[in-house]
């Protein structure tokens, strides 16, 4: 079964750090790009950072610039985000997210994000 | 960056009827579209791609259409499974970027 497990949220106080970390099953984890995405409460889908393959191209929204770092291990099937300089603006839950839907038919991948975690919630207060 | 604007924020709909949402982008972004569902406490998942293609597993009441700019998502026959969120979001251009989300209530 493809799955992707997040883990390492919780709540911290504002200037702090975390590291997420999201275990992937069922798939071959270092061919895909993957993705960073988050949901504040009861708001919309934010992309928060991306990491292709093997670990050499990074990518990361304006908001967490220079907080924030991604990266993988391809040996062990895991993702990360380390975050610090925490603010109550990063409150959201965290979603690692596969970017790459295979079409059979066409025998092409789109770069939608096909498989999702089911989210690990960081809560940034005093 | 590309600004995509879904409309309408909510749409209250009958079981048994039809949804359409829509969803625009502030230039083209070819046929490079997803649409996302969402439930409450649930992760998103992926509806369509390319547009108009339904994803695996994805039953054929939904349908989608668009390129360039303007894209709609129609649920035909709406269960109770598709009360939800749904957000397109657009890969054609980096940073890929959600729509804010239409929100699809019972009526």
């Known amino acids: 079964e493809v799955q992707l497990v997040e883990s390492g949220g919780g709540l911290v106080q504002p200037g702090g750090s975390l590291r997420l970390s999201c275990v992937v099953s069922?798939?071959?984890?270092?061919?895909?790009?993957m993705h960073w995405v988050r949901q504040a409460p009861g708001k919309g889908l934010v992309w928060v950072s991306r990491?292709?393959?093997?670990?050499?191209?990074?990518n990361y929204a304006d908001s967490v610039k220079g907080r924030f770092t991604i990266s993988r291990d391809n040996a062990k099937n895991t993702l990360y985000l380390q975050m610090s300089s925490l603010t109550a603006e990063d409150t959201a839950v965290y979603y690692c997210?596969?970017?790459?839907?295979?079409?059979?038919?066409?025998?092409?991948?789109?770069?939608?994000?096909?498989?999702w975690g089911q989210g690990t919630m960081v809560t940034v207060s005093s | 960056e590309i600004v995509m604007t879904q409309s309408p924020a909510t749409l209250s709909v009958s079981p048994g009827e039809s949804a359409t949402l829509s969803c625009r982008a502030s230039?083209?972004?070819?046929?490079?579209l997803a649409w996302y569902q969402q439930k409450p406490g649930q992760a998103p998942r992926l509806l369509m791609y390319?547009?108009?293609s339904r994803a695996t597993g994805i039953p054929a009441r939904f349908s989608a259409s668009g390129s360039g700019t303007e894209f709609t998502l129609t649920i035909s026959g709406l269960q109770s499974a598709d009360f939800a969120i749904y957000y397109c979001?657009?890969?054609?251009?980096?940073?890929?970027?959600f729509g804010q989300g239409t929100k699809v209530e019972i009526k």
């Open positions: 997210a596969r970017e790459g839907y295979y079409d059979s038919w066409s025998d092409l991948y789109y770069d939608a994000y096909d498989i």
């Open positions: 069922g798939f071959t984890f270092s061919k895909y790009w």
């Open positions: 990491m292709n393959s093997d670990g050499r191209t990074t």
């Open positions: 230039q083209s972004v070819s046929s490079n």
């Open positions: 390319t547009a108009s």
């Open positions: 979001q657009q890969y054609n251009s980096w940073p890929y970027t």
